[in-house]
Protein backbone atom coordinates (compact mmCIF):
# COMPACT_ATOMS: atom_id res chain seq x y z
CA UNK A 1 0.00 0.00 0.00
CA UNK A 2 1.64 3.27 -1.15
CA UNK A 3 0.38 6.18 1.03
CA UNK A 4 1.95 9.88 -0.59
CA UNK A 5 0.74 11.55 2.30
CA UNK A 6 -0.11 15.19 1.10
CA UNK A 7 2.43 15.46 -2.01
CA UNK A 8 -0.70 16.40 -4.20
CA UNK A 9 -2.73 18.24 -1.96
CA UNK A 10 -0.14 21.06 -1.31
CA UNK A 11 0.16 22.34 -5.13
CA UNK A 12 2.14 25.43 -5.74
CA UNK A 13 0.17 28.68 -5.61
CA UNK A 14 3.08 30.84 -7.07
CA UNK A 15 5.89 31.25 -8.21
CA UNK A 16 7.80 30.72 -5.07
CA UNK A 17 6.15 27.14 -4.75
CA UNK A 18 6.72 25.91 -8.11
CA UNK A 19 10.73 27.24 -7.48
CA UNK A 20 10.03 25.28 -4.00
CA UNK A 21 8.94 21.71 -5.80
CA UNK A 22 11.20 22.10 -8.57
CA UNK A 23 14.26 21.95 -6.38
CA UNK A 24 12.33 19.32 -4.52
CA UNK A 25 12.46 17.16 -7.81
CA UNK A 26 15.75 17.41 -8.71
CA UNK A 27 17.25 16.58 -5.12
CA UNK A 28 14.82 13.63 -5.43
CA UNK A 29 16.50 12.78 -8.86
CA UNK A 30 20.00 13.20 -7.48
CA UNK A 31 18.83 10.90 -4.79
CA UNK A 32 17.51 8.11 -7.10
CA UNK A 33 20.46 8.61 -9.20
CA UNK A 34 22.94 7.83 -6.56
CA UNK A 35 21.00 4.90 -4.69
CA UNK A 36 18.00 3.78 -6.75
CA UNK A 37 16.71 1.39 -4.54
CA UNK A 38 19.21 0.83 -2.14
CA UNK A 39 17.06 3.39 0.53
CA UNK A 40 18.63 2.29 3.73
CA UNK A 41 22.10 4.56 2.34
CA UNK A 42 19.93 6.85 0.83
CA UNK A 43 18.18 7.75 4.22
CA UNK A 44 21.82 8.30 5.66
CA UNK A 45 22.64 10.66 3.15
CA UNK A 46 19.21 12.44 2.83
CA UNK A 47 18.89 12.65 7.00
CA UNK A 48 21.81 14.40 7.06
CA UNK A 49 20.49 16.61 5.06
CA UNK A 50 17.62 16.77 6.71
CA UNK A 51 18.94 17.32 10.08
CA UNK A 52 20.22 20.46 8.09
CA UNK A 53 17.06 22.92 7.65
CA UNK A 54 15.59 22.65 11.38
CA UNK A 55 18.79 23.60 12.96
CA UNK A 56 19.26 26.49 10.67
CA UNK A 57 15.62 28.04 10.56
CA UNK A 58 15.97 28.07 15.05
CA UNK A 59 19.31 29.73 14.62
CA UNK A 60 17.81 32.17 12.43
CA UNK A 61 14.38 32.79 13.91
CA UNK A 62 16.24 32.90 17.28
CA UNK A 63 18.72 35.92 16.49
CA UNK A 64 15.63 37.40 14.86
CA UNK A 65 14.01 37.33 18.59
CA UNK A 66 16.79 38.60 19.57
CA UNK A 67 17.25 41.51 17.40
CA UNK A 68 14.01 42.57 17.73
CA UNK A 69 13.76 41.92 21.28
CA UNK A 70 10.51 40.63 21.12
CA UNK A 71 8.68 37.00 22.62
CA UNK A 72 6.53 34.86 20.82
CA UNK A 73 9.00 33.05 18.88
CA UNK A 74 9.64 30.58 21.55
CA UNK A 75 7.05 27.64 20.03
CA UNK A 76 8.85 27.76 16.33
CA UNK A 77 12.47 28.13 17.72
CA UNK A 78 11.58 25.00 19.81
CA UNK A 79 10.13 23.32 16.65
CA UNK A 80 12.84 23.80 14.42
CA UNK A 81 15.46 22.37 17.32
CA UNK A 82 12.93 19.61 17.47
CA UNK A 83 13.04 18.51 14.18
CA UNK A 84 16.58 18.88 13.58
CA UNK A 85 17.66 17.11 16.61
CA UNK A 86 14.74 14.27 15.73
CA UNK A 87 16.27 13.71 11.61
CA UNK A 88 19.62 13.51 13.79
CA UNK A 89 18.17 10.75 15.63
CA UNK A 90 17.31 9.43 11.81
CA UNK A 91 20.58 8.93 10.80
CA UNK A 92 22.01 6.93 13.78
CA UNK A 93 19.23 4.64 13.27
CA UNK A 94 20.04 4.01 9.44
CA UNK A 95 24.13 4.25 10.61
CA UNK A 96 23.54 1.16 12.18
CA UNK A 97 21.43 -0.62 9.36
CA UNK A 98 23.63 0.36 6.30
CA UNK A 99 26.83 0.83 7.54
CA UNK A 100 28.18 3.08 5.14
CA UNK A 101 31.47 3.30 3.38
CA UNK A 102 34.26 5.54 3.04
CA UNK A 103 32.39 6.75 -0.12
CA UNK A 104 28.97 7.72 1.11
CA UNK A 105 30.65 9.18 4.45
CA UNK A 106 32.65 11.34 2.31
CA UNK A 107 29.25 11.97 0.11
CA UNK A 108 27.62 12.65 3.20
CA UNK A 109 30.03 15.41 4.30
CA UNK A 110 30.20 17.17 0.71
CA UNK A 111 26.41 16.79 0.73
CA UNK A 112 25.79 18.55 4.18
CA UNK A 113 28.32 21.40 3.39
CA UNK A 114 26.59 22.32 -0.43
CA UNK A 115 23.24 22.12 1.70
CA UNK A 116 23.83 24.16 4.65
CA UNK A 117 25.30 26.89 2.04
CA UNK A 118 22.57 26.78 0.24
CA UNK A 119 19.46 26.78 2.55
CA UNK A 120 21.24 29.19 4.86
CA UNK A 121 21.26 31.49 1.65
CA UNK A 122 17.28 30.39 1.07
CA UNK A 123 16.86 31.01 5.11
CA UNK A 124 18.08 34.40 5.42
CA UNK A 125 16.26 36.13 2.46
CA UNK A 126 13.33 33.80 1.02
CA UNK A 127 11.72 32.35 4.66
CA UNK A 128 7.94 31.27 3.11
CA UNK A 129 9.82 29.09 0.27
CA UNK A 130 12.42 27.80 1.88
CA UNK A 131 9.55 25.99 4.48
CA UNK A 132 7.30 24.99 1.09
CA UNK A 133 10.36 23.51 0.37
CA UNK A 134 11.44 21.33 3.27
CA UNK A 135 7.83 20.49 3.25
CA UNK A 136 8.21 18.98 -0.09
CA UNK A 137 11.18 17.17 0.75
CA UNK A 138 9.35 15.79 3.78
CA UNK A 139 6.08 14.80 1.25
CA UNK A 140 8.99 13.30 -0.67
CA UNK A 141 10.41 11.28 2.39
CA UNK A 142 6.69 9.89 3.15
CA UNK A 143 6.86 8.48 -0.07
CA UNK A 144 10.44 7.12 0.06
CA UNK A 145 9.83 5.41 3.60
CA UNK A 146 6.53 4.01 2.29
CA UNK A 147 8.15 2.59 -0.66
CA UNK A 148 10.92 1.30 1.65
CA UNK A 149 8.13 -0.47 3.94
CA UNK A 150 6.57 -1.99 0.73
CA UNK A 151 10.09 -3.53 0.20
CA UNK A 152 10.20 -4.86 3.28
CA UNK A 153 6.96 -6.23 3.77
CA UNK A 154 7.04 -7.81 0.82
CA UNK A 155 9.81 -9.68 1.42
CA UNK A 156 12.28 -7.83 -1.07
CA UNK A 157 14.52 -6.49 2.13
CA UNK A 158 15.29 -9.04 4.97
CA UNK A 159 13.13 -7.69 7.67
CA UNK A 160 15.92 -7.23 10.62
CA UNK A 161 15.61 -6.27 14.39
CA UNK A 162 15.36 -2.67 14.57
CA UNK A 163 18.46 -1.24 16.31
CA UNK A 164 18.33 -0.96 19.97
CA UNK A 165 18.73 2.73 19.22
CA UNK A 166 15.58 2.91 17.60
CA UNK A 167 13.64 0.62 20.13
CA UNK A 168 14.90 3.32 23.11
CA UNK A 169 13.92 6.02 21.21
CA UNK A 170 10.35 5.27 19.94
CA UNK A 171 9.84 2.95 22.90
CA UNK A 172 9.23 0.11 20.55
CA UNK A 173 8.49 -3.35 21.65
CA UNK A 174 11.80 -5.23 22.63
CA UNK A 175 11.33 -7.38 19.23
CA UNK A 176 10.72 -4.62 16.81
CA UNK A 177 12.06 -5.00 13.36
CA UNK A 178 12.68 -2.61 10.61
CA UNK A 179 9.06 -2.69 9.32
CA UNK A 180 8.47 -1.22 13.02
CA UNK A 181 10.82 1.45 12.87
CA UNK A 182 10.10 2.53 9.21
CA UNK A 183 6.76 3.23 10.49
CA UNK A 184 7.87 5.66 13.20
CA UNK A 185 9.94 7.47 11.39
CA UNK A 186 7.71 7.67 8.44
CA UNK A 187 5.00 9.21 11.26
CA UNK A 188 7.92 11.18 11.93
CA UNK A 189 8.20 12.98 8.06
CA UNK A 190 4.76 13.36 7.60
CA UNK A 191 4.97 16.17 11.24
CA UNK A 192 7.83 17.41 9.69
CA UNK A 193 5.19 18.02 6.19
CA UNK A 194 2.70 19.14 8.25
CA UNK A 195 4.77 21.88 10.47
CA UNK A 196 6.78 22.83 7.53
CA UNK A 197 3.50 23.60 4.82
CA UNK A 198 2.14 25.31 8.09
CA UNK A 199 4.49 27.76 8.34
CA UNK A 200 4.96 28.50 4.66
CA UNK A 201 0.95 29.16 4.47
CA UNK A 202 1.67 31.46 7.68
CA UNK A 203 3.80 33.55 6.10
CA UNK A 204 2.38 33.58 2.42
CA UNK A 205 -1.01 35.05 4.34
CA UNK A 206 1.18 38.12 6.08
CA UNK A 207 2.74 39.06 2.48
CA UNK A 208 -0.65 38.77 1.11
CA UNK A 209 -2.06 40.64 4.09
CA UNK A 210 0.68 43.00 3.68
CA UNK A 211 0.15 43.86 -0.26
CA UNK A 212 -3.59 44.56 0.72
CA UNK A 213 -2.91 46.82 3.37
CA UNK A 214 -0.60 48.61 0.58
CA UNK A 215 -3.23 48.68 -1.85
CA UNK A 216 -6.01 50.00 0.21
CA UNK A 217 -3.30 53.23 1.36
Not at 8 to 21: E, I, M, R, Y
Not at 75 to 103: S, T
Not at 130 to 138: A, D, L, N, Q, V
Not at 201 to 214: A, F, G, H, I
Request: aromatic share 12%; glycine share 4%; no cysteine.
Amino acid sequence: MIIYHKLLVNKPKNFSDLFALSMTKFFRFVADTFFAKRYGHRAVVLETIAGVPGMVAGMLIHLRSLRKMQTGYGDQIREMLAEAENERMHLMFFIEIAKPNIFERILVILAQGIFMSFYLFMYIFFPKTSHRMIGYFEDEAVKSYTEYLDLVQNGKVMNIRAPQIAIDYYNLKKDARLSDLIISVRADEMHHADVNHSYADNLNQRVSKKSRNKEAA
